[in-house]
């Protein structure tokens, strides 16, 4: 199984929060950029945060930076978003993408990334 596997979309009201999981194959899990994208209907899809699994480093979408947090566990090849302070507008499907590119900082591109998981949706309403 290369795709990863999102799971913990779901509802919630405005200044709530949720945590989404990303389980990832052992396989190809080292050396790998992790990201969380999301995608609004009728919008682009857009970079939301990244993770270089072997140093742990995360950047974010300064939009989103605060709220928003990434982060690993190693041991359980897994990756989540934690979103805080939710707003209408964070309204979406979100993905997890993975991808073996030199420079996880610049993560924003989606041709960038290999692996795709098929999303969790993420609805806040008002």
């Known amino acids: 199984q290369l795709q990863p596997v999102e799971s913990g979309g779901g509802s919630v009201q405005a200044g709530g929060s949720l945590r989404l999981s990303c389980a990832v194959s052992s396989y190809i899990y080292s050396g790998a950029c992790l990201a969380w994208f999301r995608q609004a209907p009728g919008k682009e899809r857009e970079g939301v945060a990244s993770?270089?699994?072997?140093?742990?480093?995360?950047y974010y979408s300064d939009s989103l930076k605060g709220r928003f947090t990434i982060s690993q566990d190693s041991a359980k090849k897994t990756v989540y978003l934690q979103m805080n302070s939710l707003k209408p507008e964070d309204t979406a499907m979100y993905y997890c993408?993975?991808?073996?590119?030199?420079?996880?900082?610049?993560?924003?591109?989606?041709?960038?990334?290999?692996?795709w998981g098929q999303g969790t949706q993420v609805t806040v309403s008002s």
């Open positions: 993408a993975l991808g073996t590119f030199f420079g996880c900082n610049s993560f924003s591109r989606p041709d960038r990334y290999t692996n």
């Open positions: 993770i270089d699994a072997d140093s742990g480093r995360t």
